[in-house]
């Protein structure tokens, strides 16, 4: 009795635990909702202030930014595909769809830093103006967070090769899952507000 009583409070506070963390992943996240927009309400105000050099519908090219967003939709797809394999515990099938992941939020990646080579290369860096200053902030904080979620994912595929699926895996795969839509999300605006808005 003694030693079931002592399992039931393990367990209780095994969950209790688990509870603290994703409640701590929740407030990370509302927090970056803060951060993303100061960041949004900063390049609102800034993006007429060009200092007599050329605008946003001038330097943003819209097809090569719909590609990108394509690539971080269909991560953001390929992402749910993976946490339904997560649910049937199908171990090859989550490493398949998290390295699926890792090559589409690279490529996007990829794109978006040579986005910013370009601009710096034709003499419009952030220091030109204060509305690319606002541009690289904004966008680039986007870009460090779509990197540390690649960071992210290989070290879930390193666990998931060790230890397999386990209940600290799976929860760690559903915080993944969150922060991945997330950045979606916060994507699309950015694509909305900097780009769509600002070509047209």
């Known amino acids: 009795m003694s030693k079931n009583m002592k399992i039931s409070e393990a367990v209780a506070e095994s969950q209790a635990q688990q509870e603290i963390k994703s409640l701590g992943f929740w407030i ?3 927090t970056d909702c803060i951060l ?3 960041l949004f309400a900063t390049y609102i105000v800034l993006q007429r202030g060009t200092f007599g050099g050329p ?17 971080l939709l269909t991560s953001s797809f390929v992402c749910g595909l993976t946490m339904l394999a997560v649910r049937v515990g199908r171990k090859s099938h989550v490493i398949g769809g998290l390295i699926a992941t890792f090559l589409l939020g690279a490529a996007f990646l990829g794109m978006e830093l040579s986005e910013f080579a370009t601009l710096a290369a034709e003499g419009h860096g952030w220091w030109s103006s204060a509305f690319l200053s606002a541009f690289f902030t904004l966008v680039g904080t986007h870009g460090l967070h779509i ?3 690649l960071l992210w994912i290989g070290v879930l595929v390193w666990q998931i090769k060790r230890r ?4 600290g895996v799976v929860r ?17 605006f950015i694509f909305t507000i900097v780009y769509l808005m600002g070509v047209l």
């Not at 605008?55 to 690539?71: A, I, K, M, P, R």
């Not at 397999?164 to 209940?167: E, I, N, Q, R, V």
């Open 55 to 71: 605008g946003s519908h001038e330097l943003f090219d819209l097809q090569f930014v719909l590609v990108e967003t394509l690539l």
């Open 36 to 38: 993303f927009a100061s």
């Open 172 to 188: 760690r795969l559903g915080l993944f899952g969150l922060f991945w839509h997330f950045l979606d999300v916060i994507w699309i």
């Open 164 to 167: 397999g699926l386990t209940d």
């Open 147 to 149: 990197a540390i979620g």
């Open 28 to 30: 990370y996240l509302m």
